[in-house]
């Protein structure tokens, strides 16, 4: 059982860094830094957005209007980590 939890704990992981690496990446096409015309940079942004956007879109369900702010990606990764904690305390458990 402890295996199966370390295995979801890595799983979150990575979404963690997917989740980051959207963000990081979205701030440096808006400010211009990377450019959508780039075959590669088009394609990362269009995999990472075909990944992320489907659970996104379920938070925004539940966001109230912000305007242009979109906190959807916070409300992921603290979810994320909440998911983290919730397994840590549980292999600790297990031990």
């Known amino acids: ?3 199966l939890l370390q295995i979801i704990y890595l799983i979150l992981d990575v979404a963690w860094f997917i989740v980051i690496i959207h963000v990081v990446l979205s ?3 808006n400010f211009q830094v990377l450019n959508l015309r780039q075959p590669l940079v088009a ?5 990472l957005n075909r990944l992320l956007e489907p659970v996104y879109s379920r938070i925004r369900a539940f966001l109230p209007s912000m305007g ?3 906190l959807s990606p916070l409300i992921l990764l603290l979810a994320l980590y909440a998911l983290r904690i919730v397994i840590a305390n549980n292999m600790t ?3």
Do not use: F, N, P, V
């Not at 394609?43 to 995999?47: E, K, P, S, Y």
């Open 27 to 29: 701030w440096l096409i």
């Open 68 to 70: 242009g702010l979109d």
């Open 93 to 95: 458990a297990l031990i």
């Open 1 to 3: 059982m402890l295996s």
């Open 43 to 47: 394609q990362i942004w269009d995999g």
